[in-house]
C-alpha cells in the first residue's frame, strides 16, 4: 500500500466522491478501505460535514476507529461531536486504548462522561484506568492491550495463547512474562517463540532483565530509554513491579513531536504553538506575557543606556556600534542556548558531564570573540582612522561573545538544576539579557578609557 501524493489523493477523492454522490455504496467502501487509514484520514478531513455524516452510515465503527487514529488529536473533537453519541462510544471502544484516552482527554468532561457511560463497561472501565493517570506520563500514554503468558508455560501453550490475544494486541513482536502474583519477570519475543522446541518451559526462554519504566514516568524520559534501547516497545510496572501496560514505539514518535513543538514554542517565547484555528486574540493572549516581560528588560536596556549620556555626549560616534554589539551579544547567546537545551533534552550533557560542556562552550566564546574581535578593530581603525576606537569596539565585542556565550549555556543548566524547563530560557529572554550585558562591558570600558577616545 503505496503512500498517496496530492494528486493521487484527489484522484481517489474524485472517484469516492462520484460514488457517494451516487449512492454506491460498494463502490465506496472499495475505495475507500483500499487506501491506507493515514490516506483515509487526510481526505476525511477536507470533507464537508455533510459529506462525512453519510459516511458514518457506510462505514462501522471499527472502520471509522482506524481513520481517527490517524487525525491530529488536537482537531479531532469536531468529529465526535457530530456523530451520533452511540456511534462515537462505539468507535472509542474500538480504538487502541491509548489514542482513545489521547482523545479524549482533548474533550469536554461532559462529553467524555457521557461517551463513557454508553460504551460497554469493559472498554470503558480500561480507559477509565488510564485516564486516571497524568498527563505526560507513561501511565497516559500507555496501552492496556498486550499479550502477557507465565512463566510456568511451554512454548506450545504460550503460541496457543497467542494466536487467541493477538487480534485484539498492540503488538506482539514482545510477550511480557508475569509470575503468579502478576509481577513482570521476564520477556520473550516473537523470533525466540517461533524458534524453540514447544516442550520447553517459557521460563527457560525469557529473557529475565527486562528494561520497563514506571508508570509515573515523564513521557520525555520514556522517549529517550525507547531511542537508548531501539525498542519496539516498553513495559509499564508499578512499584511493585506489577505490569499495568506497554508503550509502543508509534506512541513514541507522537511524544517526541509533542516534546520538539513544546521546546521550540518556548525557545521562541510563547506559552504554546498557535494553532491554525486560533484567532488574533487567541494568538495575542499566548504570545503577550512574555512580550510584556521583555518588554521591562528592554526598558532596562534603554535606562542603562541613559545612566551613559555622558560617555555619548563626549564621543557620540559610540551609539553607531550600539546595535552591533548588542546584536552579536544576542546571536552568540541564541546559538549557546539551542545547544544547552538540545543537550539536555537529548541527555547528551548528562553523559558528557556539565562543566566539560561548559568548558567547551567558553572556549568557544573566546576563540569567537577573538576572531571577531580582531576583524572589527581594523574595520574600526581602516574605516575611522581611529586606532583606539577600533580597540575598544574590538575588545567589547570579545568580552561580550564570551559572556553571552557562557550565559546561554549556564542559565538552561541552572533551570534544569532547579527543576524549571530549561526551554522557558527562551531565545529573546536570552537575547534581552545579553543585551544588558553587552552594553554594559561597551560603555563600561568607554567610560573608562574617555581619555583615549577623545
Known amino acids: 500500500m503505496e503512500h498517496l501524493d496530492d494528486q493521487e489523493r484527489q484522484e481517489v477523492w474524485t ?152 487480534p485484539d494486541a498492540e503488538t506482539i513482536y514482545y510477550t511480557y512474562v508475569i509470575n503468579e502474583d502478576k509481577r513482570l519477570v521476564g520477556v520473550i519475543s516473537l523470533r525466540d517463540l517461533i524458534i524453540s522446541e514447544e516442550e520447553w518451559l517459557i521460563s527457560d526462554v525469557m529473557n529475565e532483565r527486562v528494561v520497563s519504566v514506571s508508570v509515573g514516568e515523564d513521557q520525555e524520559e520514556v522517549a529517550r530509554m525507547v531511542r537508548d534501547y531501539d525498542f519496539l516497545a516498553l513495559p509499564v510496572v508499578d512499584f511493585q513491579d506489577h505490569l499495568l501496560g506497554i508503550i509502543t514505539v508509534d506512541d513514541i514518535m507522537d511524544v517526541m513531536e509533542e516534546e520538539a513543538s513544546d521546546d521550540y514554542s518556548k525557545l521562541a517565547a510563547v506559552s504554546d504553538v498557535d494553532s491554525p484555528d486560533d484567532n488574533a486574540f487567541a494568538s495575542a493572549k499566548k504570545r503577550l506575557p512574555w512580550l510584556v516581560i521583555l518588554l521591562f528588560l528592554g526598558s532596562l536596556t534603554a535606562s542603562l543606556i541613559g545612566r551613559f549620556e555622558d560617555t555619548l555626549d563626549q564621543v557620540a560616534i559610540l551609539a553607531i556600534f550600539i546595535p552591533l554589539i548588542a546584536g552579536m551579544a544576542g546571536n552568540t547567546g541564541t546559538q549557546a542556548l539551542a545547544v544547552a537545551v538540545r543537550g539536555i533534552a537529548t541527555g547528551e550533557i548528562e553523559k558528557q558531564g556539565k562543566w566539560k560542556m561548559m568548558m567547551r562552550e567558553a572556549g568557544t566564546g573566546i576563540i569567537t570573540g577573538l576572531s571577531c574581535g580582531v576583524l572589527i578593530t581594523l574595520i574600526v581603525y581602516i574605516w575611522h582612522e581611529n586606532f583606539f576606537l577600533g580597540v575598544l569596539v574590538g575588545l567589547s565585542i570579545f568580552m561580550t561573545l564570551v559572556v553571552a556565550t557562557l550565559a546561554g549555556s549556564l542559565v538552561p543548566l541552572l533551570m534544569h538544576r532547579l527543576k524549571i524547563d530549561p526551554a522557558v530560557a527562551s531565545g529573546p529572554f536570552i537575547t534581552t539579557v545579553n543585551d544588558l550585558i553587552s552594553i554594559l562591558i561597551y560603555f563600561g570600558l568607554a567610560t573608562a578609557f574617555m581619555n583615549l577616545l577623545i
Do not use: C, W
Open 15 to 166: 472517484n469516492i466522491k462520484d460514488a457517494l454522490f451516487n449512492d454506491h455504496i460498494d463502490q465506496f467502501r472499495a475505495e475507500f478501505l483500499e487506501l491506507h487509514p493515514y490516506d483515509q484520514a487526510r481526505i476525511f478531513e477536507d470533507l464537508d460535514e455533510e459529506i462525512r455524516m453519510q459516511i458514518y452510515t457506510y462505514l462501522s465503527p471499527e472502520e471509522v476507529a482506524d481513520v481517527m487514529e490517524h487525525i491530529d488529536y488536537d482537531e479531532i473533537e469536531p468529529f465526535f461531536t457530530e456523530m451520533a453519541p452511540a456511534f462515537a462510544a462505539q468507535v472509542f471502544a474500538e480504538m487502541s486504548t491509548d489514542d482513545a484516552v489521547d482523545i479524549l482527554n482533548e474533550l469536554d468532561k461532559d462529553k467524555v462522561a457521557s461517551f463513557l457511560t454508553i460504551m460497554d463497561d469493559d472498554a470503558a472501565d480500561e480507559i477509565k484506568d488510564l485516564l486516571h493517570y497524568e498527563e505526560k506520563t507513561a501511565g497516559s500514554i500507555m496501552t492496556t492491550e498486550f499479550v502477557v503468558v507465565k512463566a510456568g508455560m511451554t512454548i506450545k501453550e504460550a503460541m496457543v495463547h497467542l494466536r487467541t490475544e493477538a
